[in-house]
């Protein structure tokens, strides 16, 4: 069965970096498209951030130029690395097999604070 397991979250003050990874199992890593989602306190779910099978990324508006998405298909692990984290950034983050975050692990927190 498909298992996504993330980690890497924590608390970082504005400005400061985070890299998130995802371990996945259960399905031929290296033919799926791969997305990180985010929930933040109170709000729905929200795509972050997708890569293609030939290493084609994509980004929200609210992220781009600051995170960036990555794959190393030889380990099965999908990673994003967060940079200049801001406030809104503060969230439930999640990497899923769609942009809706239907088949999703179970998160790793991330929080932004002074």
């Known amino acids: 069965q498909v298992q996504l397991v993330e980690s890497g979250g924590g608390s970082v003050q504005p400005g400061g970096s985070l890299r998130l990874s995802c371990a996945a199992s259960?399905?031929?890593?290296?033919?799926?498209?791969m997305y990180w989602v985010r929930q933040a306190p109170g709000k729905e779910l929200e795509w972050v951030s997708r890569?293609?099978?030939?290493?084609?990324?994509m980004y929200a508006n609210s992220v781009k130029g600051r995170f960036t998405i990555s794959r190393d298909n030889s380990k099965n692990m999908l990673y994003l690395q967060m940079n200049n984290l801001k406030f809104e950034d503060t969230a439930l983050y999640y990497c899923?097999?769609?942009?809706?975050?239907?088949?999703r692990g179970q998160g790793t927190q991330v929080t932004v604070s002074s």
């Open positions: 899923a097999m769609d942009n809706s975050g239907t088949t």
């Open positions: 259960g399905f031929t890593f290296r033919n799926a498209v």
């Open positions: 890569i293609n099978i030939y290493n084609d990324t």
